[in-house]
């Protein structure tokens, strides 16, 4: 009886895990399923100017896939005045062929170090700004090498004393590499 229990529990271990073999062969999420982490550069984008971005890929389904993305830019300027970006996103892929559609939000902290800007305390430095952004665009995944090409229109929304928060229409194009498990 000890036997059999032991049978039926390792029976259970090893047929207790997943099987892909009724997923599409033309699905490119599916088959870069392996390829989960990007590198891109990005030119403009919620970035502003640019970043350089790593992005982590989640598989919900065969056409639908999470994205999170963060990024930096150091922007150095003259007289110890020196900035930076960091931009973190979700996205969310839509489509079962090599073109998706990508919807996604987030935000961007922008912080300026000006020396000579001197807040109430006497405190060098400009503060820091949390700019929250709306991505719509498209990815292209390059045939079936690891290599792929994102265009969006981005949204950044920026504060005003008279009008509020009111969004900048912008775009956004990257190049970037899939790669790792």
Partial sequence: MRKLKLLFCLFLIAFSGRSFAQISANDSISRLMPLRNSVYAELGGNGIIGSLNYERLLPVSESFALAFRVGGLYLPGHDENHGYMLPAEI?????????????????TYFKYDDQNYRDNNGVPGAPGKLLPI???GTRRQLGHSPFFLRSAFTFIFIESVTLGKFPIPWIGLSAGYNFGK
């Fill in 91 to 107: 996205s969310l892929l839509v489509g079962r062929n090599n073109l998706k559609f990508e919807g996604g939000f987030g935000y």
């Fill in 134 to 136: 709306l991505r719509l």
